[in-house]
């Protein structure tokens, strides 16, 4: 359903005067990656790696510097305002902060109603009764539709943002991280509200964490992201139960169990995430990887295939 070769996004540092000249972020270097109809195609990785922006470029949020997005086989970049509009019905987002992505000054009837008015869908009263059927698909009840945001707890915002998503029968969602911002208890709730929702509409989704246990939860496939760039793609199993970069093996150790000990000297051996501005020369992840070697110093590894369906960039792999 989507395909994305060589993607990359450079954001620039200021343009003042005492601003750094020929300087750019690569939030995105070089990203390719497919995602099957129907599938959940989780993105993991720490804060900053570029998991987000991937999104917002897909959604084209934002406008990627090079690269190709293909939806169903057609060039999203190459679309011109009113096509993409017309798109856009077919490939929407749930964002990650429910309180700063829903309008304080919108009842919630206005906020589910907006999606008709804009691509003129739907009578006055076709699109009340949409809305109470959205409102019911999200766990909500109807009556909840001359409220403002601010009256909902942080769930049933979240709730709300899942039914403007749904309101124009997409094919495709990418989710930005739709869950950080609730309790854990609620987290559950909502990730199996998305679960439910895509086998009754058949939805396809691009997941996107920085925890590993609900990528894992959620995803039929996972990449997993360092500086812009995927060094691990995998089904479920290959990249949770056999990881075989060591930056997926960091994040598997990072997680919180019984043993506080282990995870404290896990996470200090690792060392902090280099610069963007200035990342690296080789393996983008040698100065904090425990098994480097020489040669990760100064040379890039390219991906290698581990089997059809499992991919890695790292020279112990090659």
């Known amino acids: 359903m989507l395909q994305i070769k060589s993607l990359k996004k450079y954001f620039p540092l ?109 009578s006055r009263a076709e699109r009340r009764k949409r809305v109470d059927e959205l409102l019911t698909a999200v766990g909500l009840e109807p009556s909840a539709s001359c409220r403002f945001p601010f009256e909902f707890s942080g769930g049933q915002r979240q709730r709300i943002g899942i039914a403007r998503a749904l309101a124009l029968k997409p094919k495709f969602i990418v989710a930005d991280e739709p869950v950080s911002a609730l309790d854990v208890s609620i987290q559950a709730q909502v990730i199996n509200l998305l679960k439910d929702l895509q086998s009754q509409h058949h939805l396809t989704y691009l997941f996107i964490s920085h925890s590993l246990p609900v990528i894992e939860h959620v995803s039929d496939r996972i990449g997993v992201m360092y500086l812009g760039r995927l060094v691990e793609v995998g089904t479920r199993v290959e990249v949770c139960v056999q990881p075989r970069h060591p930056y997926t093996r960091l994040l598997m150790s990072s997680v919180p169990g019984l043993d506080s000990g282990v995870l404290q000297e896990n996470v200090s051996r690792s060392g902090e995430i280099p610069n963007p501005v200035s990342p690296p020369s080789g393996c ?35």
């Open 284 to 318: 983008p992840f040698h100065p904090r990887c425990p098994e480097a070697i020489d040669r990760c110093h100064w040379q890039e590894p390219a991906e290698a295939k581990i089997s059809e369906t499992h991919s890695v960039r790292c020279h112990l792999v090659e």
């Open 14 to 122: 200021g343009t003042g005067l005492l601003s750094p000249r020929n300087k750019v972020v690569k939030a995105l270097d070089g990203v390719s990656l497919e995602i099957q109809e129907g599938e959940t195609f989780g993105l993991v990785g720490e804060s900053g790696c570029g998991k987000s922006t991937l999104g917002y470029c897909v959604v084209r949020l934002i406008e990627p510097t090079a690269g190709q997005i293909l939806f169903q086989g057609r060039d999203i970049l190459s679309l011109k305002r009113q096509p993409m509009r017309s798109l856009r019905r077919d490939i929407q987002m749930i964002f990650q902060d429910p309180a700063s992505s829903l309008n304080p000054r919108m009842t919630t009837q206005q906020i589910l109603e907006e999606p008709f008015q804009i691509h003129g869908l739907y």
